[in-house]
């Protein structure tokens, strides 16, 4: 099983693009990953790629900057630059991402992701915010 997951900062905005013959729909962002410290840090960075509707309609919700949660299969993708010098880099095929901090605006005021995320169907939550904990005492029959 290829799961792998992060968390890092996004080097700029997500873009969409019409894929091949079919039409497919592409979102792609690259996120930096930084991990060791002092002397010893370094940023990695990963190319993301979130396929169909759900990319389309998460695309506008990250932003340059922002602190996101990515999981997804992990591949090394190779090529050859123009002046013959060969590269590497680190891709992921996104499953799930998780936007992390507050939105910017300087407003408190969270987007619903989950309706965007679920096909556009609006479906009030029945646990008020999404800063409240849920009662779960509610959900159990006994």
């Excluded at 990319?55 to 993708?77: N, S």
């Excluded at 992390?100 to 965007?116: F, S």
């Amino acid at each position: 099983m290829n799961v792998f997951s992060f968390v890092g900062n996004l080097g700029g905005d997500a873009e969409i693009r019409t894929v091949g013959q079919t039409g497919q729909q592409l979102a792609s962002f690259s996120v930096a990953v930084k991990s060791g410290f002092g002397d010893k840090a370094h940023t990695t960075w990963v190319r993301c790629a979130m396929w169909g509707e759900r990319g389309t309609k998460v695309a506008p919700y990250i932003c340059k900057g922002d602190r996101i949660a990515v999981t997804g299969e992990a591949f090394l993708h190779s090529y050859e630059k123009r002046d013959g010098s060969a590269v590497t880099e680190l891709n992921v095929r996104v499953n799930d991402v998780t936007l992390l901090g507050e939105p910017k605006g300087g407003t408190n005021a969270k987007p619903n992701y989950q309706d965007d995320m679920a096909g556009g169907q609006h479906q009030p939550d029945r646990h008020g915010s999404l800063d409240e904990q849920p009662d779960f005492d509610d959900d159990i029959p006994f």
